[in-house]
Structures are given as C-alpha cells and as structure tokens.
C-alpha cells in the first residue's frame, strides 16, 4: 500500500522554487492550481470521509523554472475546524445529526469547505464545491478574500454541481443548481461574471438525484440522473443522525435519465432512460450532425462513496470496481423517444477523466485520466491516455508512486489535439514526497519533474491558467 501519506494532514504552508530533473517546453507559461483535502483534523479529531477533507490550494507556476505554494483556504469551516468543531459535510456527521447539519450546509449558513475545483468566472478566481456558496482567492498570493454565494433574481438551490462548463463561443460559464421542496427543481444558468446570472431551464424533479457533474455542448445541457435520489421531505424535516450522502437510496430499476435541455428555447428535448450506472465525472460530450455525443466515466453502483472513508483507505480496504469510458449516443429531435446507443470505449479501471481544453465541448479523440487495475485495490499508481476512436491505452508509472488527476496543457499554436504536456502531481511513498510530473501529450513519455519540498494529501481537481505567469 503506502498510501497512509496521502491521506493523512499537512500542516505547513510553503513557497518555494522546486528544482527541475529534465527539461520543461520552452512555450510552457501560465499556473496549475489544484485544489483537494491538505488536513482531516478537527481538534483532537478527523472528519470521517476524504471527501470531507479542510480545502487547500496548490499552485505551481511555470516559467523560469517552477514555482511552488499552497495555501489552507481560510473558510467558515476551516475555522470553526480549528476550534475542534465540525457541524457535518459530505459524509462525515457533525453535533447537530443530519437535519442540524443540513440546515446549517443548505438553508442557512450555506456550507463553505470548498475543496473541489478552482475556476475563473469573469474576472474572480473562486473555489467550488457542492454548495452555490464559492471562495473568492488572489490567484497571486492564494490568500482567501471572501466567500460569494448569488443574491440575485434568477432561480437558485441549495446543492450545485462541483463542475461548471466553460463555453468557448460566448465565453458564459454553465452550471446546475438543485432547489429542494415539496417540488424540487434543476436549474440550468449561465454566467458572464458571478454576479450576473441568466436563467436557462427550469427541470421540476419528485426525488432530485445526487449529481456532481454534467453535460453540455454548443446548444445543450444534458443532465446524467442517476439512479440514486432523495426524497426532499426527508431531507427538510428535522431530526435524524446520518450524514448528508447516507439520505440518498440506490434504485437501479429506475434506470439512469438523460436529460437534454435546448440551451436556447430552456426545454426539455428528449429524456431517454438507459441501464443503471454511477458516476462522478464525464469526460466531454459534442454534437456531430443532429446527435450528442456523451461520454461519461460510469461504475456500476454507489459503492465507491463507501469505499472513501479514510478508515477504509487507510486500512487498505480499498476494492471497487473502477471508471470506465462509456459513450451515449442520443438524437435529441427524433420523434418519440429517442433510442440512445451506447458503446464502451474503455473497461478501465479509470479516474478523474480530463481532454485538452481545447476540444472540450467539442468533438474529442484523446481523454487522460488516472488509471488502476480492474477492480481497483490500491490507490492510482498510473496516468492512462485512451484513444476514444481506437481503444488504444498509452500509460505511464513510476514504482512506488500514486498519480492525481492529468491535466493536459496545449501547446499554443498546436497542430494537433495531443500536442503539448501531461501535469500530474505523484505521491512517491519511497522518498515520502510529492513530485510534479511533466509528461508529452503525444506519448506520456517524462518530460521533467520537480520534487516538492513535502508529501501532499491526494487531492481532486486542477485547473491550468495560462494568464497567470507571475
């Protein structure tokens, strides 16, 4: 194993400038900023899940060589984490029980650990989670400026979705939120800034399903609704002693639901149902002619949730069936319900999926992603690159080492879409420090790396800002 490092607290926040082994792109310009658990203590205790994990920024600046920092975001939650409270997160309980907590999460003090993504919207570099409430941070220093949740008149919810689209026509930021009550609600909009919101679609929804992701292309969104639901009662009426995740049931007979909404007239185009699966991320979806294109990571059931309690990863217990590439076909104008073709791209195992930023919401060949034997018993130990034409899987390892999500980085003027670096940060549990890996688009071959000066908690999602070179 010697996954323990990962998934055990860090305390220091550091600057430094890493030494290089290798040789970077000379066209190599601009921050990755990562964003994931960097401590699980509360007091003289821990959360229960990794998901549940007190967020940290991790930025690293290419340029002259690599620069390094991370940062603790000093939220709401990280703070009352620091006085040994804990009012309850993801699937950890907190000292109110489930309702308490959930209230506080979701129709009060609106939950604040961030610890999912950063992104830009407009000109504000914010932190998300699974809450509309965001952290605004200086993309320079990574110090915490505030938090933002909207106050405006488009419909809003209580639960969002961790992962916006950035559409590249209009350069307006996608996203979901879900509005709980006795008829709850998807709602889609759009965003020039976080402040101006325009109202897209409205979906009422009897028991709304747990999604952390979606789909969109050039004109529409697709919902995944998988097959694992609330009742919003349940979930508004007090009392209780379970955690926020535990109040959603597994009822494959439902089928997963794709839901497509045309992006310009807000109506729901087709709602086919195919076989029940799970999953967290999709790794892109277009439109070719008159048919969406969606490919999603899937695995067959929830039972990944339960596999990522820290006791269970730090025990080694860790053995579920991995992420495989799944493509959906759907004709969202054909009459009746549309028949939906489904081909497996890739049996896995796979996680966190990611293409060029370059294609997505367009049409995509390659996608990376971490990748593990079939099930998965251990920890990533790989970064998988499949060709979603062929099926043809380059990978690339280092004994003794975990690795994050790839983020790929294009090369500026590329002449085609695997055309330029692979970053990942590694776990090495022999050296008990983390390293930043620069891979080739093209082959995964190493390119360069720069150990840091600690060994980093795993982490989930990155973003590349090619704007920030200072």
Same mark, same amino acid.
């Not at 000379?26 to 990562?34: D, F, N, P």
């Not at 409430?133 to 909207?150: C, I, N």
């Not at 969406?292 to 820290?310: F, K, M, R």
């Given at each position: 194993?010697?996954?323990?490092?990962?998934?055990?607290?860090?305390?220091?926040?550091?600057?430094?400038?890493?030494?290089?082994?290798?040789?970077?792109?000379? #066209?190599?310009?601009?921050?990755?900023?990562?964003?994931?658990?960097?401590?699980?203590?509360?007091?003289?205790?821990? *959360? /229960?899940?990794?998901?549940?994990?007190? /967020?940290?920024?991790? &930025?690293?600046?290419?340029?002259?060589?690599?620069?390094?920092?991370?940062?603790?975001?000093?939220?709401?939650?990280?703070? /009352?984490?620091?006085?040994?409270?804990?009012?309850?997160?993801?699937? $950890?309980?907190?000292?109110?029980?489930?309702?308490?907590?959930?209230?506080?999460?979701?129709?009060?003090?609106?939950?604040?650990?961030?610890? *999912?993504?950063?992104?830009?919207?407009?000109?504000?570099?914010?932190?998300?989670?699974?809450?509309?409430?965001?952290?605004?941070?200086?993309?320079?220093?990574?110090?915490?400026?505030?938090?933002?949740?909207?106050?405006?008149?488009?419909?809003?919810?209580?639960?969002?979705?961790?992962?916006?689209?950035?559409?590249? #026509?209009?350069?307006?930021?996608?996203?979901?939120?879900?509005?709980?009550?006795?008829?709850?609600?998807?709602?889609?909009?759009?965003?020039?800034?976080?402040?101006?919101?325009?109202?897209?679609? $409205?979906?009422?929804?009897?028991?709304?399903?747990?999604?952390?992701?979606?789909? /969109?292309?050039?004109?529409?969104?697709?919902?995944?609704?998988?097959?694992?639901?609330?009742?919003?009662?349940?979930?508004?009426?007090?009392?209780?002693?379970?955690?926020?995740?535990?109040?959603? =049931?597994?009822?494959?007979?439902?089928?997963?639901?794709?839901?497509?909404?045309?992006?310009?007239?807000?109506?729901?185009?087709?709602?086919?149902?195919?076989?029940?699966?799970f999953g967290f991320h999709g790794v892109n979806a277009y439109e070719d002619g008159d048919e969406i294109v969606l490919d999603v990571e899937t695995v067959?059931?929830?039972?990944?949730?339960?596999?990522?309690?820290?006791?269970?990863? =730090?025990?080694?217990?860790?053995?579920?069936?991995?992420?495989?590439?799944?493509?959906?076909?759907?004709?969202?104008?054909?009459?009746?319900?549309?028949?939906?073709?489904?081909?497996?791209?890739?049996?896995?195992? $796979?996680?966190?999926?990611?293409?060029?930023?370059?294609?997505?919401? =367009?049409?995509?060949?390659?996608?990376?992603?971490?990748?593990?034997?079939?099930?998965?018993?251990? #920890?990533?130990?790989?970064?998988? &690159?499949?060709?979603?034409?062929?099926?043809?899987?380059?990978?690339?390892?280092?004994?003794?080492?975990?690795?994050?999500?790839?983020?790929?980085?294009?090369?500026?003027?590329?002449?085609?879409?695997?055309?330029?670096?692979?970053?990942?940060?590694?776990?090495?549990?022999?050296?008990?420090?983390?390293?930043?890996?620069?891979?080739?688009?093209?082959?995964?071959?190493?390119?360069?790396?720069?150990?840091?000066?600690?060994?980093?908690?795993?982490?989930?999602?990155? =973003?590349?800002?090619?704007?920030?070179?200072?």
């Amino acid at each position: 194993m010697g996954t323990e490092l990962g998934f055990g607290s860090i305390e220091g926040e550091v600057t430094a400038s890493l030494d290089v082994e290798g040789e970077l792109p000379a #066209w190599l310009s601009g921050s990755l900023i990562r964003n994931g658990p960097g401590s699980f203590q509360v007091g003289d205790g821990e *959360v /229960a899940h990794w998901f549940d994990g007190l /967020a940290m920024l991790r &930025k690293f600046t290419f340029g002259d060589g690599v620069s390094y920092q991370n940062r603790f975001l000093r939220t709401d939650t990280y703070r /009352a984490a620091e006085r040994g409270e804990f009012d309850g997160g993801f699937a $950890t309980g907190g000292d109110a029980g489930l309702l308490g907590q959930l209230r506080a999460m979701v129709l009060e003090d609106t939950y604040d650990n961030t610890n *999912v993504i950063a992104e830009r919207v407009g000109e504000r570099y914010l932190a998300m989670t699974e809450t509309p409430r965001w952290t605004e941070f200086d993309p320079e220093t990574l110090d915490t400026l505030g938090s933002f949740e909207y106050a405006g008149e488009a419909p809003s919810g209580q639960l969002a979705c961790a992962h916006v689209h950035h559409d590249p #026509w209009t350069g307006r930021v996608i996203n979901i939120e879900t509005e709980f009550g006795r008829t709850s609600r998807y709602h889609v909009y759009e965003m020039g800034s976080p402040a101006e919101r325009e109202h897209v679609a $409205t979906v009422p929804v009897e028991e709304p399903a747990y999604m952390h992701s979606f789909a /969109a292309t050039r004109r529409y969104v697709v919902l995944t609704e998988f097959p694992f639901v609330i009742d919003p009662l349940d979930f508004l009426r007090p009392g209780g002693d379970s955690t926020f995740i535990d109040n959603f =049931r597994w009822e494959p007979e439902r089928g997963t639901r794709l839901v497509v909404i045309d992006r310009r007239s807000g109506g729901v185009v087709a709602e086919p149902r195919v076989e029940p699966f799970f999953g967290f991320h999709g790794v892109n979806a277009y439109e070719d002619g008159d048919e969406i294109v969606l490919d999603v990571e899937t695995v067959p059931d929830t039972e990944s949730i339960g596999a990522l309690y820290l006791d269970r990863l =730090r025990d080694g217990a860790f053995d579920v069936f991995g992420g495989r590439f799944d493509r959906f076909c759907v004709e969202p104008r054909a009459r009746g319900t549309p028949d939906v073709e489904h081909t497996r791209v890739y049996d896995g195992g $796979t996680g966190l999926p990611t293409v060029s930023p370059a294609v997505r919401m =367009r049409e995509h060949r390659y996608a990376y992603a971490q990748g593990a034997d079939q099930p998965v018993t251990d #920890w990533p130990d790989a970064v998988v &690159k499949v060709d979603c034409e062929t099926g043809d899987v380059r990978e690339f390892e280092r004994d003794g080492c975990y690795l994050s999500e790839p983020v790929f980085v294009p090369r500026p003027d590329g002449d085609h879409e695997d055309d330029g670096v692979v970053l990942s940060v590694g776990l090495d549990t022999t050296a008990e420090r983390s390293v930043l890996y620069v891979l080739d688009g093209e082959t995964l071959a190493e390119r360069a790396r720069a150990p840091l000066p600690h060994a980093l908690p795993f982490d989930f999602h990155g =973003r590349f800002f090619p704007e920030l070179t200072g």
